[in-house]
């Protein structure tokens, strides 16, 4: 039994959940709200799609993976393809079902989510549009986060005063100089509370505040996607110092925000950045298949303190540390199963 639950756990490289939930948190974070039931079900989405992928993948790859990896559990027959084909169908079916009880918004951005993973996996995996997909695919993550939030807080706001939520309080002159001169505490907190939870007027209204957080975010994956594309063979120079320069233009750019004042986005910022670029530094000296490998590994890892640095750049400092204390403990399962 323990044997079998280890191989479902290396199909579905479940060290890489780790990497998953931050997705939505960022994107509540980024539409100016604090988590919410709608949050919680994208969260559980998003988990169930990106495990369908992993099963999905490797259903797809099983003649190639007979080549190069033959130690994987489907081609090595310790899990059937048709379990991986069913597996992929029921999580997809489970995360259109949670997305759906975030709402109609929600169902319909992963929807598109989960055409964007069974494209990917199916078809353009092994196409030059293989990047940009995945790319597109964190992105419509993050913005499922999103999404849902708004919802859901809609519908409370709803529910509570029988009219649709108001928009989110405008800048505003007084209280921002307030704020920087050290005013009254308690109108701070006061503030600070209203902004983390008042909603936008509609999902449409909360766009634009995310549209930032969603490209980071797809620039991060495109970079870790175009290495992975050479994981198995090795040989590129060029693309993990390609991957090396976007992770420190991000990092540089989300360290310099002034959006939430402090030192965690820049802490944040330097995490990100030190855990994506070392190993892409080392693949760029030496593209041998095994460190090529790490530097994917390090860069899906790199994603965590990523979220972190958005949600902290969005002024949800609490959040930001939550997604810090999954680092640990996403290292320590790497050990023992690949994210990769």
């Given amino acids: 039994m323990r044997t079998r639950l280890r191989d479902w756990a290396e199909l579905l490289r479940?060290?890489?959940?780790?990497?998953?939930?931050?997705?939505?948190?960022?994107?509540?974070?980024?539409?100016?709200?604090?988590?919410?039931?709608?949050?919680?079900?994208?969260?559980?989405?998003?988990?169930?799609?990106?495990?369908?992928?992993?099963?999905?993948?490797?259903?797809?790859?099983?003649?190639?993976?007979?080549?190069?990896?033959?130690?994987?559990?489907?081609?090595?027959?310790?899990?059937?393809?048709?379990?991986a084909l069913g597996a992929a169908g029921l999580l997809t079916a489970a995360g259109l079902t949670l997305a759906a009880r975030a709402g109609r918004p929600a169902l319909a951005v992963a929807s598109a989510l989960t055409a964007t993973v069974?494209?990917?996996?199916?078809?353009?995996?092994?196409?030059?549009?293989?990047?940009?997909?995945?790319?597109?695919?964190?992105?419509?993550?993050?913005?499922?986060?999103?999404?849902?939030?708004?919802?859901?807080?809609?519908?409370?706001?709803?529910?509570?005063?029988?009219?649709?939520?108001?928009?989110?309080?405008?800048?505003h002159p007084q209280r921002n100089a307030a704020v920087a001169g050290g005013g009254e505490p308690q109108r701070q907190r006061g503030n600070h509370a209203e902004r983390r939870t008042a909603a936008p007027a509609s999902v449409s209204a909360s766009a634009p505040r995310v549209m930032a957080p969603a490209l980071a975010l797809a620039a991060h994956t495109y970079a870790v996607t175009a290495v992975s594309r050479h994981e198995t063979q090795g040989g590129s120079t060029a693309t993990p110092l390609a991957a090396l320069g976007a992770t420190a233009v991000l990092g540089l750019l989300l360290g310099r925000t002034r959006a939430s004042p402090g030192s965690l986005p820049l802490l944040t910022a330097?995490?990100?950045?030190?855990?994506?670029?070392?190993?892409?530094?080392?693949?760029?000296?030496?593209?041998s298949p095994p460190l090529t490998q790490r530097a994917v590994g390090g860069g899906i890892r790199a994603?965590?303190?990523?979220?972190?640095?958005?949600?902290?750049?969005?002024?949800?400092?609490?959040?930001?540390?939550?997604?810090?204390?999954?680092?640990?403990?996403?290292?320590?399962?790497?050990?023992?199963v690949s994210p990769t």
């Fill in 118 to 171: 069974w494209a990917y996996d199916l078809r353009l995996k092994h196409t030059p549009a293989a990047p940009a997909t995945m790319a597109a695919a964190r992105a419509l993550d993050l913005l499922l986060g999103a999404t849902a939030t708004v919802s859901a807080a809609g519908a409370t706001s709803s529910g509570r005063s029988g009219s649709p939520a108001t928009p989110a309080p405008a800048h």
């Fill in 270 to 287: 330097a995490s990100y950045a030190r855990t994506a670029a070392v190993p892409f530094l080392h693949a760029a000296l030496n593209p």
């Fill in 14 to 83: 479940v060290s890489a959940l780790f990497t998953v939930p931050g997705d939505a948190l960022a994107g509540a974070a980024a539409a100016g709200l604090r988590p919410n039931r709608g949050t919680a079900c994208a969260v559980g989405a998003s988990l169930c799609l990106y495990e369908a992928g992993m099963a999905l993948n490797d259903w797809a790859d099983r003649d190639e993976d007979a080549v190069d990896r033959p130690h994987r559990p489907v081609p090595s027959g310790r899990i059937s393809p048709r379990a």
């Fill in 303 to 336: 994603l965590i303190p990523l979220q972190a640095a958005l949600a902290a750049r969005s002024g949800a400092n609490g959040t930001a540390l939550a997604l810090l204390g999954l680092v640990p403990a996403a290292r320590t399962l790497a050990r023992k």
